[in-house]
């Protein structure tokens, strides 16, 4: 028997997810109220979003958050009535509740403190919206609490209705009870609730799962059809719902019939997914979507990577042995190469998840910074249905935040700037997201002032990361605008000035194994292009040897391989060595000397040389020779080893044995520190043969 406890607990995680995902609809849609224009059905689903958490929160008795989200769902319902699009104070209003609310259900989630003052001043804000929408004198008077379950106003003559509801034999597959449903009925008003039994088969037949009872309700409420059908909104599609208004004779009180009385349980949790549903055509909806923990997906995942680990060690013993059913052998093989393949595929599918979960964001950060910095700004998100891994998505939130807020900051410029340049006062901030070659590219562009490359280098000096007789490339000096701590604003505000958003973007960026380019016009703008591989788990790899170890090289990072010719070859400092490709100057690491093995090709000419780029800089991987490109299943090595330099994971090959996943970024990090205490000796050596050569004339010359 499964514990209460745990159900309530199961039950209150699916009410917080759900709650969240219905902000995040409310808040996209209030967005699209704040241009100006009457929009019925966006004002509906932010309405419907409101009232189905304010629902959700009374079957948890969260009366803080039914107090709170009442009054924004009166102002709501005030905003129905009118053909007027809602004032801009009021979408102000109303986004701070939406903040507040995400606040509180986080504060309800984790248990933590919630700030009651601050609580209590929106409330009263959100009060004096609700008059000023309503047509009343706005009142600075703290908003009275609302209960937990607010019924309809006591009336004299109270309206009678007649309510028959059937439900359909599986309305419990969805997730509903009728029971909960009668009790949100009865929070309008006192109801009277009579038991149909006419399709109530004989006791063998029963079914625990299936619903044989129906309902006959008398309801005694001042309240209108519509908000009756709302308490039935998200199961209308599975029952045979009849409401008939029953008008009282003229001048006879209505009765007081006795509340609903029932076996305690939670109310409904309404669902905003549920709600918004319900406004499109009725029809009869299947459950085609389940909630399924991360962990249970990743477990999955990781068998059929073991699956496919063990199909490729079946392949490679095909080669080696010779039986007579080997053409049977050989059959059956491809079957399951090509029956895994698909399985994995369709696994990892699971893990998909369209772009939009982070570019949703994205109105409201550049309206409220628009507003704040006094800019005006047209928003174009394009490719939201672009699918990428979970974890991936998760990780690429905060970096594209980074740059967004970089770009509105520092890219735009303000109507008057733009102006007096000969633009239009609105400036253009693009965020685009598409598949190709395998990866996801993302790209933020906007129209603004563009990169100031001479400001930058200046900086630069200022703060110590370069010298003002250094030569610096266009490449390297907007290469500075990454590095830790740098930033070119005049003074530090809540917005930017910081020096701690591009750098932590490229470096979370290149954790989740992608790459990001900067390309700017002077008076034109500034394009930030991000790379990502489609998932972590799985990696298009470039298998290489060095000595007797193999080691795979992500294909997002190769940008070409190569048989080195004597004559690029180049040494700098003694120490340094470069490659000349097509006149640029390319750092070769000896992969060997960073992991300390045995290697059969020392010398530069006439070897292999794997081109990658790391931080929108080139460098040359040296290689004894260059085997398959296959997918490899990544292992993790810091939970089943530990960490280590240079290296992001291991994966099992065909024979058994593992093959280390280099961490391109890691790797030339770990190139640079060598050649720099390889420069650091050489230069101590010369310094020292120099004194001795001096002292030595000096003792020639005495």
């Given at each position: 028997m499964s514990d209460p406890n745990q159900l309530l607990n199961q039950l209150r995680e699916v009410f917080f997810q759900e709650a969240e995902e219905g902000l995040e609809v409310a808040e996209a849609g209030l967005i699209e109220l704040s241009n100006g224009t009457f929009d019925l059905e966006a004002l509906n689903s932010v309405f419907r979003a409101i009232h189905s958490i304010k629902g959700g929160s009374g079957t948890f008795g969260l009366t803080r958050l039914i107090e709170f989200a009442h009054t924004a769902e009166a102002i709501l319902d005030a905003l129905r009535s009118q053909d007027n699009p809602p004032a801009t104070e009021v979408v102000d209003g109303l986004l701070l509740s939406v903040d507040h609310l995400r606040a509180m259900l986080a504060a309800e989630r984790?248990?933590?403190?919630?700030?009651?003052?601050?609580?209590q001043d929106l409330q009263a804000q959100l009060q004096v919206l609700l008059s000023l929408v309503q047509g009343g004198a706005p009142s600075s008077a703290t908003a009275a609490p609302v209960t937990a379950a607010p019924a309809a106003p006591a009336a004299t003559f109270a309206t009678e209705w007649s309510i028959e509801f059937l439900p359909h034999t599986d309305?419990?597959?969805?997730?509903?009870?009728?029971i909960l449903l009668l009790r949100e009925l009865g929070s309008l008003g006192p109801c009277r609730v009579e038991a149909i039994l006419d399709r109530l088969?004989?006791?063998?037949?029963?079914?625990?799962?299936?619903?044989?009872?129906?309902?006959?309700?008398?309801?005694?409420?001042?309240?209108?059809?519509?908000?009756?059908?709302?308490?039935?909104?998200?199961?209308?599609?599975?029952?045979?719902?009849?409401?008939?208004?029953?008008?009282?004779?003229?001048?006879?009180?209505?009765?007081?019939?006795?509340?609903i009385t029932a076996p305690t349980a939670p109310k409904a949790i309404p669902s905003a997914a549920r709600a918004m549903a319900a406004a499109q055509p009725q029809q009869h909806r299947e459950a085609s979507s389940i909630r399924v923990s991360t962990d249970k997906v990743d477990a999955l995942i990781n068998l059929v990577g073991e699956l496919v680990i063990t199909q490729s060690m079946l392949s490679q013993i095909e080669k080696e042995v010779q039986i007579p059913q080997l053409d049977r052998l050989r059959d059956g093989l491809a079957q399951l190469k090509r029956n895994t393949r698909e399985l994995q595929d369709s696994v990892m599918q699971i893990r998909m998840l369209p772009i939009k979960f982070v570019f949703s964001r994205f109105p409201r950060i550049v309206r409220d910074l628009t507003t704040k910095l006094g800019k005006k700004v047209d928003l174009q998100i394009l490719g939201e249905d672009t699918e990428l891994d979970k974890?991936?998505?998760?990780?690429?939130?905060?970096?594209l935040v980074h740059i967004v807020r970089n770009a509105l900051d520092h890219g735009l410029e303000t109507p008057e700037e733009r102006l007096a340049a000969g633009k239009p006062e609105t400036g253009s901030l693009r965020i685009e997201a598409y598949h190709q070659g395998g990866d996801v590219h993302i790209k933020v562009s906007d129209n603004g002032r563009g990169l100031n490359l001479a400001g930058i280098f200046k900086k630069a000096v200022q703060v110590g990361l370069v010298?003002?007789?250094?030569?610096?490339?266009?490449?390297e000096i907007v290469d500075l605008l990454f590095a830790p701590g740098f930033s070119t604003a005049a003074q530090v505000s809540d917005i930017s000035g910081r020096g701690v958003g591009l750098d932590v973007a490229r470096r979370n960026i290149q954790n989740l194994g992608g790459t990001v380019e900067v390309d700017s016009k002077p008076g034109k703008g500034t394009t930030f292009s991000i790379r990502l591989p489609l998932t972590m788990a799985i990696l298009d790899g470039q298998l290489v040897q060095v000595g007797s170890q193999i080691y795979i090289i992500p294909l997002v990072a190769i940008l070409e391989s190569l048989l080195m010719g004597s004559a690029h070859i180049r040494n700098i400092a003694g120490q340094q060595e470069v490659y000349r490709l097509r006149d640029e100057p390319v750092?070769?690491?000896?992969?060997?000397d960073i992991f300390g093995v045995p290697a059969e090709r020392k010398t530069l000419?006439?070897?292999?040389?794997?081109?990658?780029?790391s931080g929108g800089k080139k460098a040359g991987i040296l290689v004894d020779d260059l085997l398959d490109q296959q997918q490899v299943v990544i292992k993790s090595l810091e939970s089943n080893y530990g960490s280590v330099g240079g290296v992001s994971g291991a994966t099992i090959l065909g024979d058994g044995t593992v093959a280390l996943i280099l961490d391109v970024p890691g790797v030339v990090s770990l190139a640079n520190r060598q050649a720099r205490r390889a420069n650091d000796e050489w230069?101590?050596?010369?310094?020292?043969?120099?004194?001795?050569?001096a002292s030595g004339a000096g003792r020639s010359k005495a």
């Open positions: 984790d248990g933590s403190d919630l700030d009651s003052a601050r609580t309305l419990m597959a969805f997730g509903n009870d009728p088969p004989s006791f063998e037949q029963l079914e625990p799962d299936s619903i044989h009872l129906g309902w006959r309700i008398n309801l005694s409420a001042a309240v209108e059809e519509a908000q009756i059908r709302d308490v039935f909104a998200w199961v209308e599609s599975e029952t045979d719902l009849n409401i008939k208004r029953v008008e009282p004779a003229a001048g006879r009180p209505a009765t007081e019939p006795a509340p974890t991936l998505l998760e990780g690429v939130a905060d970096p010298k003002a007789e250094d030569r610096l490339s266009d490449a750092p070769v690491i000896r992969l060997y000419p006439n070897s292999l040389l794997v081109v990658v780029e230069g101590t050596r010369a310094a020292r043969s120099q004194a001795g050569t």
